[in-house]
C-alpha cells in the first residue's frame, strides 16, 4: 500500500461528505418533484407554483454538478491505488461490508461509511466488527471473532445512545412536573365523587393537578350559598384538603386557611 493511512482517511472523509450532501439533495429534488407533479395533475390548484418548483429543482441540479466533479477527482485518485474501506449498511442489524456493492445487500441499500477504517488491514476491521462482518466479504473472518459482539462505534450509535439519554432525561422531567402538578404528595391523582344518581349508582371523577383540585374546592365552595352540599361533597372536600395539607407540609388547619383566604379573595 502507498497511500498513507492520513491520506486515505482524508479522501474518504471528503468523499463520504460528498455522498452524503449528494443523497440529500436528491431526496429534495423528489420531494419537490412529487409536489410538482401533483400540481400538473390538478392545474386548478397550480397557479405560479408549477413554475416555483421547476425552478427550485433546476437549482438543486445546478448544486450537484460540482459535488458530481469533485467526487470524480476524488474516485480517480482512489482508483490509481485503491487502499481497503469499510461500509456498515444503516438498519438495526447491519452488517460491515468492504464495498457498496456486497451481493447480500439490496440496490437502496443505504450505508454508512465507516472511515476510520480506511487503508487498514481486512484483520483489524474484522477483529473490530466482530459478528457484524459481512461473511461474504470476509470469508477467512475466524469463527470466534464472528461470535464477538461488534467494537465499532459509528457516529450513528453515537447519535442513537444520546437521543435515548435525552428521552429518559424528558421522561424523568415530565414525571417530576407531573408529581410537582399532582394533588398528593405521592404524585398519584385524587379519585373524589362526580355524584350519586337516584338509583344509587356513583360516577367518579380523577383530579390531576393541584390547580383542579383547588378549583374544585373553590367551586363547590362558591355553590354551598345556592344549594346545600351533598354529604359525598363535604367528602370530597375533606379528602382535597387533607392531601393537599400532606403534599405541601402543612397541617390540615392551616391548609383550610390556605384555602379560605383564596375563596375570600374570590368573592371580594
Ligand atoms: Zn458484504
Known amino acids: ?9 482524508e479522501i474518504d472523509t471528503e468523499l463520504s461528505n460528498l455522498y452524503n450532501d449528494e443523497w440529500t439533495i436528491n ?6 418533484k412529487d409536489s410538482l407533479e401533483f400540481y400538473v395533475k390538478n ?40 487502499w481497503t ?12 461490508h468492504k464495498d457498496m ?37 470476509y470469508p477467512s473472518a475466524p469463527a470466534e471473532v464472528l461470535n464477538r ?14 437521543a435515548r439519554q435525552e428521552r429518559e432525561a424528558k421522561k424523568i422531567a415530565r414525571i417530576a412536573k407531573e408529581k410537582a402538578n399532582a394533588p398528593t404528595a405521592s404524585g398519584e391523582p385524587l379519585k373524589i365523587i362526580r355524584s350519586i344518581y337516584k338509583d344509587g349508582k356513583i360516577s367518579y371523577e380523577w383530579i390531576k393537578t393541584e390547580r383542579t383540585a383547588v378549583s ?37 388547619e392551616q391548609q383550610l386557611k390556605i384555602l379560605n383566604n383564596k375563596l375570600k379573595k374570590r368573592r371580594d
Open 1 to 9: 500500500m502507498a497511500v498513507t493511512k492520513q491520506f486515505a482517511v
Open 27 to 32: 431526496q429534495k429534488i423528489l420531494g419537490y
Open 43 to 82: 392545474p386548478r390548484y397550480a397557479s405560479d407554483n408549477v413554475e416555483h418548483y421547476e425552478k427550485q429543482i433546476e437549482i438543486l441540479k445546478q448544486k450537484l454538478v460540482p459535488i458530481k466533479k469533485r467526487q470524480r477527482e476524488l474516485n480517480e485518485i482512489y482508483n490509481q491505488d485503491p
Open 85 to 96: 474501506r469499510a461500509y456498515l449498511v444503516v438498519s438495526s442489524d447491519g452488517h460491515v
Open 101 to 137: 456493492y456486497c451481493s447480500t445487500c439490496f440496490p437502496q441499500t443505504r450505508y454508512q461509511w465507516l472511515v476510520q477504517y480506511s487503508n487498514d488491514d481486512e484483520k483489524t476491521i474484522v477483529e473490530d466488527a466482530g459478528q457484524d462482518a459481512c461473511t461474504v466479504c
Open 149 to 162: 459482539p461488534s467494537r465499532i462505534v459509528t457516529a450513528d450509535k453515537l447519535a442513537k445512545e444520546k
Open 216 to 252: 374544585y374546592w373553590l367551586n363547590t365552595q362558591s355553590w354551598a350559598k345556592f344549594s346545600p352540599r351533598e354529604q359525598y361533597e363535604l367528602d370530597n372536600l375533606d379528602l382535597i384538603v387533607r392531601n393537599l395539607a400532606e403534599k405541601n407540609g402543612v397541617s390540615f
